[in-house]
């Protein structure tokens, strides 16, 4: 599948599914003011269409144009977008489950009964639920994206190991993982965060993966950084899926 089509399936189904996510906004907006709504509607259309427009410039926008920051940005406000309206379509569809039900039970239960031009109204319970559930992950993946990348800790663990010659004993080894150097802003929190595993004077270190998101590049400024990591039995490293750049074209 091409880079247009596959923009042009993902954007349809990406629609389809926020306009059916919407029908719980609708039904919590119902019972306020028509200019109220008529915002609540503008909003929310316009963060779609933003969301279109990020998918549009990150396929075909100049890569040069844009910075590596700014990619990361547009690919991370469209994943929590879908992630978002994924949850909320998923209560709308859990509600349109339970009223059909409940219409096909009317039915057969008085099959004279004519249905209202309103019909079996959308469940307020089952919207209200949908929105903070689909708020969840719009609000901690923002958190992760603004703090987590550079919320380091360090962590001990004791490794007993059977027959280990006594030479080996009291070894101290320092790993560091999904380092996603193209995700880092803050030079200052990553220097803190290198320093301590510096700071714990490891005899070896191992990177275990994904030192990148997509291409060797984005490690090219941070070199002097992770260089601060040099203990005397050396470091090594092995690749994880960003590395191997089964992300780009």
Do not use: C
Not at 140 to 163: E, M, Q, T, V
Not at 164 to 173: D, V
Request: charge should be positive.
């Amino acid at each position: 599948m091409n880079r247009l089509l596959f923009v042009a399936v993902f954007s349809a189904i990406f629609l389809l599914i926020d306009y059916y996510a919407f029908q719980a906004v609708k039904a919590l907006t119902a019972n306020h003011s028509e200019n109220f709504q008529k915002g609540i509607k503008i909003i929310y259309f316009l963060i779609m269409l933003l969301v279109i427009v990020a998918i549009i410039i990150y396929n075909f926008g100049n890569p040069d144009g844009i910075s590596r920051h700014a990619r990361t940005a547009l690919m991370s406000f469209v994943f929590i977008n879908v992630l978002a309206k994924l949850f909320l379509g998923l209560f709308v569809f859990i509600d349109d489950i339970q009223r059909f039900i409940r219409w096909v039970i009317m039915k057969l239960s008085n099959p004279e009964t004519e249905t209202s031009n309103e019909g079996i109204s959308r469940s307020k319970f089952l919207a209200t639920t949908g929105l903070i559930v689909a708020a969840a992950p719009i609000v901690s993946l923002s958190w992760g994206i603004i703090s987590g990348a550079h919320d380091y800790r360090g962590r001990r663990i004791k490794l007993p190991i059977k027959n280990l010659p006594k030479g080996l004993e009291g070894l101290r080894i320092g790993q560091l993982s999904d380092i996603h150097s193209g995700s880092f802003w803050n030079k200052t929190a990553v220097n803190g965060g290198v320093q301590m595993l510096a700071d714990e004077k490891v005899d070896l270190a191992f990177f275990t993966g994904d030192l990148v998101n997509n291409k060797a590049i984005e490690m090219q400024e941070w070199g002097s950084v992770f260089s601060k990591v040099n203990p005397p039995l050396g470091v090594y490293s092995v690749f994880g899926n960003h590395d191997y750049g089964d992300y780009v074209q």
